[in-house]
């Protein structure tokens, strides 16, 4: 089904190691708003969605976030690389104690990542909804991260990564308006369109 690309979506070269805002970072890869939920809800949505062409756009950006976990992990394994004890024990030992350096699907507390973080309810007008607010949510989290550095090298993947969130954004209110025009739209509302009535 897929074809993987030996390289990724967006470069990512950091220079400068820092633990602490991988600390951060590594919300987007495994937290309730990141891009391993985001690939998960869309690749499972997809089976119940009863539209051909809304069934592609979810695997399509299921498989784009399946690609921006891997920019997420390298930022974290760029900004850790090589870090030295002090600089672990100072923002990372938390991290360190379960993991040592290794890329965690977790968010920023901690919190590891569960399939509580996404929903997959198999009524489209709830799923399409749902995914117009997980992309807002996660845009959200991107521009919250932005702001918490100066460092060039993080900040272009970020940006590129808050694009892409707004891009998805916009193709989940076009498919959510293509299924309500094929319902009938006095009660497209009060019941799940994937049962029959």
């Given amino acids: 089904m897929w074809k993987y690309e030996k390289r990724l979506q967006y470069p990512v070269n950091i220079s400068c ?4 805002l991988a600390k951060l970072i590594v919300t987007q890869f495994g937290g ?15 089976f119940t969605m009863p539209y051909s062409e809304v069934k592609a756009l979810l695997t399509d950006i299921g498989t784009e976030e399946l690609a921006h976990s891997e920019i997420v992990a390298t930022i974290v394994y760029q900004l850790t690389h090589g ?22 699907p977790q968010d920023a507390s901690g919190n590891p990542f569960h399939a509580l973080a996404f ?11 749902e995914d117009m607010a997980a992309e807002q949510k996660a845009r959200t989290t991107y521009e919250n991260l932005i702001a918490l550095t100066d460092d060039e090298e993080v900040l272009a993947p970020l940006r590129f990564l808050r694009q892409r969130e707004i891009i998805h954004y916009q193709r989940f ?25």
């Fill in 17 to 20: 190691r820092n633990p602490g």
């Fill in 32 to 46: 309730a708003d990141g891009e391993l939920g985001a690939a998960n809800r869309y690749l499972s949505q997809r």
């Fill in 83 to 104: 870090a030295s004890i002090h600089e672990i024990k100072e923002d990372y030992a938390a991290n360190f104690v379960e993991h040592t350096l290794g890329i965690y």
């Fill in 119 to 129: 929903q997959s309810k198999g009524d489209p007008i709830t799923d399409l909804t």
């Fill in 173 to 197: 209110a076009e498919a959510l308006e293509l299924v309500k025009c094929r319902l009938n739209e006095e009660n497209f509302y009060e019941y799940n369109p994937s049962l029959t009535k």
